[in-house]
């Protein structure tokens, strides 16, 4: 970041690769597949580069970089509210299977897996953007409670009731497919 911060295109371009998956994953997870997604990761990496001079290394970087993400997530949504736009689901024909191979399963269980998934990802879209960013940041990101909290700006034991609120929502709407 120091080196950023004194302008250094290569060091800021080596930290966009190393961290554009951890951007792009939390971003199109919170927001669905849709356009915005790029853009909100491109002006996460921009307010990085603006802010590099006065970057004080507090916590891990990675931190710091998601408080930007969430800021920028939560602002698109709320946005989005505003608009009454409807968000676009990972898959809007719903008909994409993968091609088969031998190593895959049949093509029922590709079926129910597809089926499963989706009803994952509508539910946790589904959930308030707190809850959802913190399952997000656990399940995808596989963060700390600790890390978690830094990102969310909340203590640990809020942290722990939030992802408790929202995996009972989860268990609820997903109850269909809980049940063997």
């Known amino acids: ?24 994953g939390t971003v ?11 853009d909100i990761a491109q002006q996460v990496f921009l307010r990085v580069w603006k802010s590099a001079e006065r970057y004080v290394a507090r916590a891990k970087f990675t931190t710091w970089l998601l408080k930007i993400t969430r800021n920028l997530v939560f ?6 509210k505003r608009r009454a736009h409807v968000p676009m689901q990972s898959d809007p024909e719903g008909d994409e299977m993968p091609l088969a191979d031998e190593a895959t399963s049949a093509p029922d269980a590709a079926a129910l897996e597809k089926e499963l998934q989706a009803a994952v990802d509508k539910a946790i879209a589904e959930l308030p953007e707190t809850q959802r960013m913190a399952v997000i940041l656990r399940r995808y990101e596989e963060l700390s409670y600790e890390e978690i909290g830094e ?3 909340l203590s640990v034991p809020a942290v722990k009731s939030v992802l408790f ?16």
């Open 1 to 24: 970041m120091r080196l950023i911060g004194r302008g250094d295109t290569a060091a800021f371009e080596e930290l966009i690769q190393r961290h554009q998956s951890l951007v792009l």
């Open 28 to 38: 199109s997870r919170m927001l669905g597949s849709n356009s915005d997604v790029e």
């Open 75 to 80: 602002n698109e949504l709320r946005r989005a």
């Open 151 to 153: 990102v969310l700006e």
């Open 165 to 180: 609120r929202a995996r009972t929502e989860l268990r609820q709407r997903l109850a269909q497919y809980l049940q063997a």
